[in-house]
Nanobody
Framework: VQLQASGGGLVQAGGSLRLSCAASGRTSSISGLGWFRQAPGKERQFVSAIEWMGDNTLYEDSVKGRFTISRDYDKNTVYLQMNTLKPEDTAVYYC?????????????????WGQGTQVTVSS
């Protein structure tokens, strides 16, 4: 499966962006998709994940109430709606496929990483 992330950009604090992760290829192999982010000089961090065929979602504590993950089956796409953005949300955002089943935040349980999309939040 191939994943293509898009939708990043420059936004002021308090603003919103919607990221997209488009899946192609063997999408039947997807049980879940996750979003991660990596800020300069920091390790990659889990943001959110969603089951591909179910309703379960998972969020990192700092984005709860501000970010919403969703999916569109017809478009094989997962979205990350980001509201009330803060400068500390600045990072490159990646989407990845969950290996196995169940939603977990650990990076080692994900593969097929997309190329990343830059999100910059100015203060």
């Amino acid at each position: 499966v191939q994943l293509q992330a898009s939708g990043g950009g420059l936004v002021q604090a308090g603003g919103s962006l919607r990221l997209s992760c488009a899946a192609s290829g063997r999408t039947s192999s997807i049980s879940g998709l996750g979003w991660f982010r990596q800020a300069p000089g920091k390790e990659r961090q889990f943001v959110s994940a969603i089951e591909w065929m179910g309703d379960n979602t998972l969020y990192e504590d700092s984005v709860k109430g501000r970010f919403t993950i969703s999916r569109d089956y017809d478009k094989n796409t997962v979205y990350l709606q980001m509201n009330t953005l803060k400068p500390e949300d600045t990072a490159v955002y990646y989407c990845a496929r969950r290996k196995g089943y169940g939603l977990v935040p650990a990076e080692r349980y994900y593969d097929s990483w997309g190329q990343g999309t830059q999100v910059t939040v100015s203060s």
